[in-house]
């Protein structure tokens, strides 16, 4: 029998009522065949009720007891999934991150999962049980709860299904991948495949449906993913390895993220030993930096400018005011009404043109635009909030998306 | 340094202000030189939110998968006084049962303390940071979470103290133990100290404020327990080895206890198979039988009957319907306004007369009884809850408590 890990999010798990129609799913693939261990999040604002709670307590409260707190979200949720599955004749159990040997390092409440001690799973599997793991969270070395930061219990699916030989369904408040946020473009198209290259692109460019990280471990251990509905069946989009029958446009999807805030720090003394400086800082605090631009050195100075989600802004705070001290004369400036805007597209490989397309389309819609950086398969701008209406529409028109 | 383990109750943490309040007093006992290890329940009502969601999903959870429900309670409330701790610049640790090495086996919802793995708290203390454990919660050999049932934190905060060679400080909303419950008897008087023996059996008779079980293991590894108020500085209750120097009053104490509920079973066809097939059953189920009496055999006929808790009722049913089955024409009567009375004192050992003298008090006020059971220290008679205060009012005057 194959083994399936499918994935349910916190809305899909909001209420009692939604976990037992996620029950019925569950039940009814296991009656059809599969071997089916499920992942889920915690049940709706379950994780904002508690980091509410300790925030009550301190302003910055102790990031491994935020762990702990955290990972019983999720707990609730196994425990529930599983009771109403049991209650529908369907036998399972359920397991927290550490009975899943899901083994992570790095920072709480953003650790990485190192690796997956499977046993414990694969047996229950072999016992024709639905197996019920806690999203989000593991253990690290020393014993204690981790959790794996936003988009954590994707991430935990497509390991364990990389781990199992799996496929991974991601059932989600939305029917699949589409090539512009259809609230911002409503003739938005829905792909029915997507490359993981691709996918990768616009989950880190906040396409919102996916987070980066586990498309990446997707790809590297080739674990196919479907991302569907979790309310009604109806067809989804396909992540997997690129292949040649795939749809070839220039663009395959248009990404719009407001999730960032733009630094600039002026007048930086023109060493290298500054500059790396300052970027040793913010990956030492696990800062997710992108979209880094910097000016030509004049009279020994320069500017540099660089994106960080608005969610580490207390952290990035902190790291300049060390900076500050350490580089006596600069000045930081921080624009939070900014806009990343980014065309993805396989094609882009093999077709030229799109950068100068896409200056033109800014230049005829009079968008300004503060930062642009490049890769193989996708260009991404920096523009303000205020433009970004206007510059999806024209760009969705032109690339015909 | 000194070790104290104290324990804090669900409503003496059931909002975040008394979190922080418990946290200050912590905090205090800290500084003041003592190495701290705190065990905490549940916050307030939320054992019964928890069961609630649970109840909505299925008349008849699955036990295990409840443990994994439940113990999500006690984390909350460990990593929340643990940010309070650090927020005080009080450095502390949480520990879930399971990291905290609490080792248990038997049913879900009720399992036992067979051992703690001490180390890991161990280290923390001689790290000097106050260790926050997860009461009422263990872990079973197979790695599953179990929870300890009623009263399961004062036991892992009495075992934890065993294993420590430490005293254990249970503070909780009432100021001590009293000679009779004061919401039934207003002139009752709080005890400075009171026996392992004489509490045991008070416990067990319902009294409220501790488990039999926790007691029992005190007991055992002679741990002196001290019971007070949670929320203010004010004398409670020693509960340590009797010795000489205690004042010897042939009744310490009136235990009333309106949990239980009476079952009688007439007409069993009387062998000896017959009664112990019936109560291994019981046991089986793990069902707690209390004041068991028998009629003498009439006809080759006997009528038994027994009491035991109110909350294991829908376990008895389902033994009895069992027991239907095998032993056709018995008759089962369940009557649930029952009363157990029990007097408790080490003095009865040496003093004769208290039964006497308890007969004449119910005949005096015509009060009748439907049971009546002996230990050394104890009587306990079960009596209609309607003659209840009558009950109470006369045998405290009596015996002067």
Same mark, same amino acid.
């Given at each position: ?188 198209? +829905?792909?029915? @495949?997507?490359?993981? *290259? &691709?996918?990768?692109?616009?989950? #880190?460019?906040?396409?919102?449906? /996916? ?116 580089? +006596?004369?600069? @000045?930081?400036?921080? *624009? &939070?009404?900014?806009?990343?805007? #980014?065309?993805?597209?396989?094609? /882009? ?53």
């Amino acid at each position: 029998m194959a083994i399936v890990v499918q994935k349910y999010g916190g809305t899909s798990v909001g209420t009692i009522d939604k976990i037992k129609n996620v029950a019925k799913r569950v039940a009814k693939r296991k009656e059809q065949g599969d071997n089916v261990v499920v992942v889920v999040s915690a049940m709706g604002k379950t994780t904002d009720i508690l980091l509410g709670m300790a925030e009550d307590i301190s302003a910055n409260p102790d990031r491994r007891e935020l762990d702990m707190l955290m990972s019983t979200g999720e707990q609730v949720s196994i425990s529930l999934l599983s009771i109403a599955l049991k209650e529908l004749g369907c036998d399972s159990i359920s397991l927290t991150g550490v009975q899943a040997g899901i083994l992570t390092k790095g920072f709480h409440t953003k650790a990485r999962i190192t690796d997956i001690e499977i046993e414990n799973v694969k047996k229950y599997i072999s016992e024709d049980r639905v197996v019920v793991v806690a999203g989000f969270q593991g253990v690290d070395e020393e014993g204690n709860i981790t959790t794996l930061g936003r988009g954590g219990s994707d991430t935990t699916a497509v390991a364990l299904a990389a781990k199992l030989g799996a496929v991974c369904e991601i059932y989600t408040d939305v029917d699949g991948i589409y090539t512009v946020d259809p609230r911002l473009f409503s003739t938005a198209r +829905k792909l029915d @495949e997507i490359s993981y *290259e &691709e996918m990768v692109e616009m989950a #880190s460019l906040g396409s919102g449906v /996916m987070e980066t990280r586990s498309i990446e471990i997707a790809q590297r251990f080739n674990v196919p993913i479907y991302v569907a509905l979790s309310t009604e069946e109806w067809p989804g989009t396909y992540i997997k390895e690129f292949d040649e029958l795939m749809e070839t446009k220039v663009i395959t999807g248009l990404s719009v993220c407001d999730d960032d805030i733009m630094i600039t720090i002026n007048h930086v003394p023109y060493t290298v030993n500054n500059i790396s400086m300052i970027f040793q800082k913010l990956a030492l605090n696990d800062i997710n930096i992108d979209m880094i631009s910097q000016t030509a050195p004049s009279h020994g100075y320069i500017n540099i400018s660089f994106t960080a989600p608005q969610s580490d802004k207390f952290l990035i705070d902190r790291v300049l005011e060390d900076v500050k001290n350490k580089l +006596k004369g600069i @000045e930081v400036d921080v *624009e &939070e009404d900014i806009t990343k805007l #980014s065309v993805v597209g396989i094609g /882009m490989k093999s077709q030229s043109g799109v950068a100068a397309k896409m200056f033109k389309i800014f230049a005829d819609n009079n968008i300004e635009f503060k930062q642009v950086t490049t890769s193989e398969i996708r260009i991404s701008y920096t523009i303000n909030t205020d433009d970004k209406e206007k510059a999806v529409v024209a760009v969705a028109k032109e690339f015909n998306l």
